[in-house]
């Protein structure tokens, strides 16, 4: 028993991270989606958020003394404003150009991960980034001497963790206690009826767009932050698995959570499988954990898409005139 | 002068869709312009004679650079055709990546293992990779049709699934510890060159350039010139009205999707069925599906297009190659095509510019045409 605790401990943390990144980025695509848009250039949004934040935290460390949070802070922001501004290229070609959803994302994802490395080569000679502080915060006082939430979430815990929280908190409210977010919902739902009551449909599908793409920004630095030291125009697919986790979580906040808790476990047994108890003596090979959310996902769809919850009009440009 | 660019553009517009075809040649503009500016910024310096470096690309360096051209254009082709062919009947093939992987695998497993196939080794080997490819290719084909999934999300799930799935496989069947990478497959699984050694000597080239041809050449006879062809592009044009008219439009987007499928994975074969290619077990996608997608979409879906654009793609690889006498890394040809596709994204807006310049100067009026309704 106190075996199965103390691995508890062990890998809590590392559960906790996936769980906070898959779900803040998943969060955001929520709203794209919701919105009618589909955005599959996730992967390419956190790839851009990624580099401009490694980038920023690199040049802010080098040149002045500020403590370590302060500078994760300052990354994870310039993150997110980048993939703002990344994802108004996708906003733009599907909003207002009508185009095909699919093919502006495709051309994100192919961009970003060949500009980062690009730019990163020809600013420091080298093809990756090197983020070597380490961002975790070993203790909180008080808090990690809590019995249980202590080691499981306030011990090598991450600021972008706490961050994450207070996102789906904000996030739930804005999507179901807010006026813009009924009016978010519905321009997924019912373009048409949105517009006939004065919602301006170009506008709430662009804010929804900018959310999911200033979220996957922020979700690249949280995994520079907490995954890696060294950027190298990746993020591990984590964007498609984000994706995934959206889909199976059924385009609801509280599903997606639960979800992401589901995956991130298994994205954790697959790293490290010695470690827990049980899953050992299962003895099964890295890949297949790492296949399952995948897996997960194609099943549920195939249960569920008969009677789909996604947005009704998702994947549809709208044109005022085509009732 | 004035005369002679109205005459010719009287003449552009008279041709039925030319207007694609012109608002393809300039989202390519538009890419190249793009990386020539982010070379400008970068390093103004070398931003020129770089960007000439991009557009001489194998002219630098002879025949054995246009044999390279033709190797790397290969497998880009065979993609290209595969997302082609699903776009013309209605679909959207992102798990080209995924059956190419999965038709890699099985090249080299059968490459490695099967030395007693002899003189049919490689055949046999791009057989059971088009086999495989078309299986997998058919997962989503048949989530689709049967339990109402977009294809493009399974798909894309499917890709990782396969990417894992060869991982696995790799280290179980046919891995080099040493090197962590897979087994050298045997030389009679090698495709031969035939007498395209002595034309590009010393380059890679060998008779998968004509395997694709052949492909390009079936599938062009396919879609335009059989019943087959036809119903399956009813189906993805108006799903409804080609079941009224009597056709079974489940079977269809199976066997669509089965036949985009066995074509990625035939260009998986014929990629890694070169000596000195081995399967790698890192977790990375295999770019060749999504460059496929851009290629699909600057050939204007149309097989003779795929092979033209495929070929185009390989000259710029072929560039970004000798780029490295210059300070600049091949990414930069990743930049551009990814630009590219950006443009062809947004190509209903850029063939209505164009329409609307000839317009502006021939006074004829010309239709534009959406081109195969994805969704």
């Not at chain 2, 489940?250 to 070169?274: E, Q, Y």
Request: glycine letters at 10%; aromatic letters at 14%.
């Amino acid at each position: 028993m106190i075996e199965l605790m103390n691995q508890l401990n062990f890998a809590f943390p590392y559960i906790i991270r996936a769980m906070a990144l898959l779900s803040v980025v998943a969060l955001g695509a929520l709203f794209s989606e919701r919105s009618g848009v589909v955005n599959i250039a996730l992967e390419g949004i956190m790839i851009m958020g990624a580099f401009a934040g490694a980038w920023t935290m690199i040049i802010v460390m080098n040149n002045f003394a500020i403590p370590r949070q302060w500078n994760a802070f300052i990354g994870l922001s310039v993150g997110a404003v980048t993939g703002l501004i990344f994802s108004l290229f996708h906003a733009f070609a599907a909003i207002h150009m009508k185009s095909n959803q699919i093919i502006s994302a495709t051309a994100l994802n192919f961009f970003a991960p060949a500009f980062a490395i690009f730019t990163a080569r020809a600013v420091t000679g080298d093809r990756a980034l090197n983020v070597r502080l380490d961002y975790s915060i070993r203790n909180i006082p008080i808090l990690s001497d809590i019995p249980i939430l202590g080691p499981w979430f306030f011990t090598n815990a991450y600021l972008s963790t706490f961050i994450a929280v207070f996102i789906f908190i904000v996030a739930y409210i804005v999507l179901y206690k807010t006026p813009f977010g009924l009016r978010l919902r519905s321009c997924g739902e019912n373009p048409h009826a949105a517009d006939s009551l004065g919602v301006n449909i170009y506008k709430i599908r662009y804010a929804g767009v900018m959310i999911s793409g200033a979220l996957a920004g922020l979700g690249g630095v949280m995994f520079v932050l907490s995954f890696s030291t060294r950027f190298d125009g990746a993020v591990a697919g984590f964007g498609f698995l984000s994706l995934a986790v959206l889909i199976s979580g059924q385009w609801k906040p509280i599903r997606l959570i639960l979800i992401a808790f589901l995956f991130a476990l298994f994205r954790v047994v697959s790293e490290i499988p010695d470690e827990l108890i049980g899953i050992r003596n299962l003895n099964l090979p890295q890949e297949i954990w790492r296949m399952l959310p995948f897996i997960a996902t194609l099943v549920i769809l195939a249960i569920t898409s008969k009677g789909s919850a996604a947005p009704r009009a998702v994947g549809e440009p709208f044109d005022a005139g085509k009732r | 002068m004035k005369n002679l660019w109205k005459n010719t553009l009287t003449l552009i517009a008279k041709r039925s869709n030319s207007i694609q075809v012109l608002s393809s040649l300039l989202a390519i503009v538009f890419g190249l312009l793009f990386g020539l500016i982010v070379m400008l910024i970068v390093n103004p310096a070398d931003a020129f004679p770089g960007f000439f470096t991009i557009l001489t690309g194998p002219f630098q360096a002879g025949m054995r650079s246009f044999g390279n051209m033709f190797y790397r254009a290969t497998p880009i082709i065979f993609t290209g055709l595969s997302v082609a062919f699903a776009f013309r009947t209605g679909l959207f093939n992102i798990g080209a990546t995924g059956q190419f992987t999965i038709g890699a695998f099985i090249a080299v497993y059968i490459g490695v293992h099967w030395g007693f196939l002899g003189p049919f080794h490689w055949a046999v080997a791009i057989f059971f990779a088009l086999v495989g490819g078309g299986l997998w290719g058919a997962l989503p084909g048949l989530l689709k049709a049967f339990r109402n999934v977009h294809e493009v999300v399974s798909s894309i799930m499917l890709n990782y699934v396969a990417m894992y799935l060869m991982i696995l496989l790799v280290r179980r069947t046919v891995f080099f510890g040493d090197h962590a990478r897979s087994l050298a497959i045997q030389d009679s699984a090698e495709l031969p060159k035939w007498f395209l050694g002595s034309i590009f000597p010393g380059s890679s080239i060998n008779i998968g350039i004509f395997i694709a041809i052949l492909f390009v050449a079936v599938i062009h006879i396919v879609l335009n010139k059989t019943t087959f062809g036809y119903e399956l592009q009813s189906v993805g044009f108006n799903k409804d009205a080609a079941k009224y008219a009597g056709m079974n439009e489940k079977r269809n987007i199976v066997l669509s999707m089965l036949i985009a499928g066995a074509i990625a994975g035939a260009g998986g074969a014929t990629f890694f069925l070169v000596g000195g290619r081995y399967l790698h077990v890192n977790a990375v996608l295999m770019p060749q599906g999504f460059t496929g997608i851009a290629v699909a979409l600057l050939g204007l879906s149309a097989p003779i297009g795929v092979l033209l654009a495929g070929i185009f793609y390989g000259f710029l690889e072929l560039g970004g190659l000798f780029l490295q006498g210059f300070d600049f890394t091949s990414e930069i040809i990743d930049i551009i095509i990814a630009v590219i596709i950006y443009f062809s994204a947004l190509s209903l807006f850029l063939q209505k510019f164009v329409a609307s310049y000839i317009k502006k100067v021939t006074e004829t009026d010309i239709e534009i045409s959406e081109g195969a309704d994805i969704k």
